[in-house]
């Protein structure tokens, strides 16, 4: 009989190895970059969605973006004055915490942050996450988009979903074929944790509330060796 693939024995030695080349890799990479790229950026990402990063790959194609262990980060672009490997980089490593990454580029500063400022694509909210907003499915006949689009431009919500309302704790019936709410049902209210069931109830009328945002939080300039501070709102300081 042949031997079960969960019986299977891995060594410890070999997964060490494979995560000990990642680092030096990423160790390796951002050193390279130091030298090819005029600009260094940290971002921060809320509501990561990995196709939402790809397309921000796509767009800024010149570029390239890094995600990874913060001190392994840290650590190539210098801690100290005396481990930089360029004059200053070691400021950009106090901002290195939580989930960032580092983004090398030869466009301006200000062509960046514009970029950024503008990309906020909307996805559906996952369980865990603080609603945005509230919503609340209106008594009579249900619409596959509950109020949130003009009557006339919506259709009324397919009858095959009643049995799924129901196990979400939605008390609606059929009346001749149509889903039917005999009192208005609140789905969340803005500040509540959302649960599986509410992200699930959003997601049914298509209540996109995630937002997509990267946040710049500093930035380092080859031509003058200054790390410029970013201040929500694009305010800036220039660190020296």
């Not at 990454?101 to 960046?112: K, N």
Request: proline share 5%; hydrophobic share 35%.
């Amino acid at each position: 009989m042949p031997k079960s693939k969960r019986a299977k024995v891995v060594h410890t030695s070999k997964t060490s190895k494979k995560g000990k080349d990642l680092t030096l890799k990423l160790y390796a990479n951002i050193r390279t970059c130091l030298d090819q790229y005029p600009h260094v950026f940290v971002f921060s990402v809320d509501n990561m969605r990995n196709t939402y990063l790809k397309d921000v790959r796509s767009q800024l194609s010149d570029s390239r973006l890094f995600f990874g262990k913060t001190k392994v980060m840290a650590k190539a672009l210098g801690t100290t004055p005396e481990d930089e490997p360029a004059p200053q980089t070691s400021l950009l490593s106090k901002h290195l915490s939580g989930d960032v990454g580092l983004l090398f580029t030869p466009r301006l500063p200000s062509d960046v942050l514009d970029f950024f400022s503008t990309y906020h694509p909307l996805d559906y909210a996952r369980a865990g996450t603080v609603a945005t907003r509230s919503f609340i499915l209106p008594s009579g006949t249900l619409y596959s988009r509950a109020g949130e689009i003009p009557q006339i431009e919506d259709v009324p919500l397919a009858h095959g979903l009643e049995p799924s309302l129901r196990k979400l704790g939605v008390p609606t019936r059929l009346v001749k074929g149509r889903v039917e709410l005999e009192i208005e049902h609140v789905v969340c209210k803005e500040g509540e944790i959302l649960s599986s069931g509410q992200t699930t109830l959003l997601k049914m009328f298509g209540i996109a509330t995630a937002e997509f945002r990267v946040g710049v939080k500093a930035y380092w300039s080859a031509g003058t060796g200054e790390v410029t501070d970013v201040k929500e709102g694009n305010g800036m300081d220039v660190e020296n």
